[in-house]
T-cell receptor, first 115, second 114 residues
């Protein structure tokens, strides 16, 4: 069975600090997809990134970067030079079935950026 | 391009009643998924519809049902409401190809059962 663990329940950082959000997953499938979503106080989940299990290349998008390591079943998310607008709950999610859109979410990490 | 819309945004119902929530996906998207978010259980997958057919179903009782129309709009219904059904219900649509793409979520319907 699949499992996504986000061990960090809450993190607080001071503005401009870097912060890494951890995500560890479990799956028996060799083909799977990993996602990160942001949920600001408004409640709407905002898609950040999708990565399939065959693509271990790290990705950088502006101040955001993702480190995917199959050897440790981790898909960590780093925000560089954090800003107050980054304050939100961040969810890591896993989908095991190609062609299906049922995401299994972690419990989320609440990030607070203090000005 | 308009995003995913959900109606109503807020709803208050009494135990035992039934409720219908609506979701309009992004134009051209054929897959619609529903999720329930509660403080205790987090985000849980309810079901997915693709081209008017239920393609996947989560582990929820039969009181939770859904359907999708030919224009890809979807509704979910909860019958015989229980206090534990109080939650934020999120709808998401994804790309027209139907493969595992990023899902775009709506703002949700917050249901309160009293």
């Amino acid at each position: 069975a699949q499992k996504v663990t986000q061990a960090q329940t809450e993190i607080s950082v001071v503005e401009k600090e870097d912060v890494t959000l951890d995500c560890v997953y479990e799956t028996r499938d060799t083909t799977y997809y990993l996602f990160w979503y942001k949920q600001p106080p408004s409640g709407e989940l905002v898609f950040l990134i999708r990565r399939n299990s065959f693509d271990e290349q790290n990705e950088i998008s502006g101040r955001y970067s993702w480190n995917f390591q199959k050897s440790t079943s981790s898909f960590n998310f780093t925000i560089t030079a954090s800003q107050v607008v980054d304050s939100a709950v961040y969810f890591c999610a896993l989908s095991e079935e190609t062609g299906a859109n049922n995401l299994f979410f972690g419990t989320g990490t609440r990030l607070t950026v203090i000005p | 391009k308009a995003g995913v819309t959900q109606t109503p945004r807020y709803l208050i119902k009494t135990r035992g009643q039934q409720v219908t929530l609506s979701c309009s996906p992004i134009s051209g998207h054929r897959s619609v998924s529903w999720y329930q978010q509660t403080p205790g259980q987090g985000l849980q997958f309810l079901f997915e519809y693709f081209s008017e057919t239920q393609r996947n179903k989560g582990n929820f009782p039969g009181r939770f049902s859904g359907r999708q129309f030919s224009n890809s709009r979807s509704e979910m219904n909860v019958s015989t409401l229980e206090l534990g059904d109080s939650a934020l219900y999120l709808c998401a649509s994804s790309s027209p190809s139907g493969t595992t793409y990023e899902q775009y979520f709506g703002p949700g319907t917050r249901l309160t059962v009293t």
